[in-house]
């Protein structure tokens, strides 16, 4: 017990106290490390919604027969278009699109059924494309419902000779907050990891305490890890509280090992503890610190995948995502949440955000260091 | 008015001096425009993906070759007998196709054969895309096989409109100056605001015969022409880079960014009076207006997949408006009668920023 006491007495927990006492006191940062969170994870997790359903649809019946009414009943069977509006004329329709009301509109001509006993019948569709993801998906669907639709007509025998099975693993429900949340937490720990540290740190230089701070007996080293170590555990507290509104508010399933979540997750801690060091050895106060902060998250974030798969981006920032340990740790986060993956899938991304946490903190200690002396 | 010209000229002279402010209003709207335009895509190109052909006939092979000639999917090598589940669990692919044996038995004997098709889900919008394109293969196959007819009853006229080719940066660009244009004047506008509080000479600013409409006035004068300069970079920029030509009457987009931009620096000077430290500041349109920007915007997913209370918010977003212009002018080419209630918003949720900001300040004041 008293060895316990003994290794406690180390000048060193004296600064780690002081730190912490500093952090309690520290308001601002208190609500710093909740609130952002909080709100980023709730609106990114709920706002965000790939879905293509309930698009607008605008019909013109000219031919108005019961094939044709048929063919647009069965457009608009399964939620993906809903009927909004039956113009009178082509030009009320196309002008509806226009101006953004409608998404998509058919037109059945006059001599549709004429044409259909000929088996030359043709139907105008026009779909907005501005939003080219939602019109691929939506075009899709059109397609397949025509094609089932002259199955239907051809022939009596509706089951047709191959039959695609989809199966959608890891998330079989495509619930979108599974694909955005996990993300979220990433881009939530970065922003706060960096902040946090850089405004503890250039808070010393700001004041001119880091002087005194250097006078005490403490190696510099000392003095550093006295800082990282309450905001580890402090940021650590943040990967929790987030992973439990992930799991509690939008239910992402949690299929892998915690503790290698832990593990890894502290690492990336260590990456984002040592961009803010690093951050605040470039700026003298602290609001400098949150302005700079914007040239490094940003990027940081946007190429990451979080919100935007890294699949679909342009092949040259597909390349600079590698530079990006946000993105790893958004791989690793998915794999241990979604798809309940071991370090024998993820040692790659383990690998090179371990290789990111040494290199950073090694950089920042140095340079830390050297402005010390 | 002679009080808020100089009041805008003491701005812009302050903000000249200040270089990190001044990076921070050109090369972070450029920074931001690059990394937004460019690297937000939604659609998922080169899906890489495995078949497990069981069949190893002409017929499964037929399929396999269509299937890699959408030019959708790049092949990967896996070993034949390991379950495909593997490569998709290990990162491998992300989509697999297995062909029963009995493919082409069952073809031929008239009966129902399965193919089954895993899919990566995590990204479910690309999960969805996925789908769509391998049913699609499947139909053109059954078509070109004779299984199905081949000549349809009905066809489907479709176009694309606005955007035949379906171009992403023309979705994105445009949403992009909305987040811009939201984020950065309305940043530099509430620093300018707060910094006045910080270092205590808003003191100065109360004993003098200033009013609160006034200081507002001058400031947001200052901040809107600073404003005018970055739109001229960001837009001149973007039209060059992303190739997202004006294709309507230029009054819409000149007059739609001015009150944007009026709202933008509004905004700011709001923060700014709410706030009490810079950093305060910083971190409130940081986060109010990435957050307000970004997610209830329409910018990336459609406005109308927001579910219902949530739903409401992007009413009062003028984002939200600005997107519906920028698309209007840029992809679109509609004209006025698409955008007039877009302009009636911008116009309103300006008054009411403004009034805000005006009451909070003039209650600090000293009566006069």
Known sequence: MKFIWRLFDHPFWALVRKEISQILRNKQLIVLLIIPPTMQLLLYGSALNPDVHNLRLGVIDYANVSASRELVSAMTANQVFNLVSVPTSEKALSHEVEVGKLDAGVIIPPDFARKLDQNTAEVQVFIDAVDANTAGIASNYLNQIFQQYNITLATSNVILPISTQVIFLYNPGLISSWFFVPGVMGLVITLIGTIASAVTVVKEKDTGTLEQLLMTPSENWQILLAKILPLVFLLMGDVLFALTLAITIFHVPFRGNFFLFLILSSMYVFVTISLGIMLATLCRSQQQVLLTSFFINLPLVQTSGAIAPIEAMPTFFQYLSYCNPLRHYITIIRGILLKGEGLAALWTPTLILASFATVLLTISINRFRRQLS | ?368
Do not use: H
């Open chain 2, 1 to 368: 008015m002679n009080r808020i010209f100089a009041q805008c000229l003491k701005e812009i002279v302050q903000f000249r001096r200040d270089r990190l402010t001044l990076a921070l209003a050109f090369l972070l709207p450029f920074l931001t425009l690059m990394i937004f335009g460019g690297a937000i895509r939604l659609e998922s190109k080169n899906i890489s993906l495995i078949v497990q052909d069981f069949d190893q006939t002409n017929l499964s092979r037929g399929y396999i070759e269509i299937l890699y000639n959408t030019n959708q999917f790049v092949p990967q090598k896996w070993i034949g007998t390991q379950p495909a589940r593997d490569a998709i669990d290990q990162g491998f692919a992300k989509a697999a196709v297995i062909i029963p044996p009995q493919f082409s038995r069952d073809i031929q004997a008239g009966r129902t054969t399965n193919i089954q098709v895993l899919v990566d889900a995590t990204d479910v919008n690309n999960a969805r895309v996925i789908k769509g394109s391998i049913e699609q293969v499947t139909n053109f196959f059954m078509q070109q096989q004779g299984l199905i007819p081949a000549n349809n009853t009905i066809t489907a006229q479709m176009r694309l409109w606005f955007n035949p080719g379906r171009l992403e940066s023309l979705y994105i660009v445009p949403g992009t100056y909305a987040v811009v244009f939201w984020i950065f004047p309305s940043l530099l506008a509430a620093i300018a605001m707060v910094r006045e509080k910080d270092k205590g000479t808003i003191l100065q600013v109360y004993t003098s015969s200033i009013s609160a409409s006034e200081l507002l006035l001058g400031k947001g004068l200052a901040y809107l022409i600073i404003a005018i300069g970055e739109v001229l970079l960001v837009m001149g920029l973007g039209t060059i880079i992303f190739q997202v030509g004006l294709v309507s009457n230029p009054v819409i987009l000149i007059f739609g960014t001015l009150l944007f931009l009026i709202n933008s620096v509004l905004f700011g000077l709001l923060i700014g009076v709410r706030t009490g430290t810079q950093d305060a500041a910083v971190q409130a349109v940081s986060l109010v207006g990435f957050t307000t920007s970004l997610l209830l915007s329409g910018f990336i997913y459609p406005l109308n997949n927001i579910p219902f209370p949530l739903s409401l918010v992007p009413n009062i977003i003028p984002a939200r408006y600005y997107v519906d212009i920028t698309r209007a002018v840029f992809v679109r080419g509609a004209g006025w009668e698409a955008v007039w209630w877009d302009f009636l918003m911008l116009i309103f949720l300006g008054l009411i920023y403004f009034n805000i900001s005006r009451r909070v300040l003039s209650r600090m004041q000293l009566p006069n």
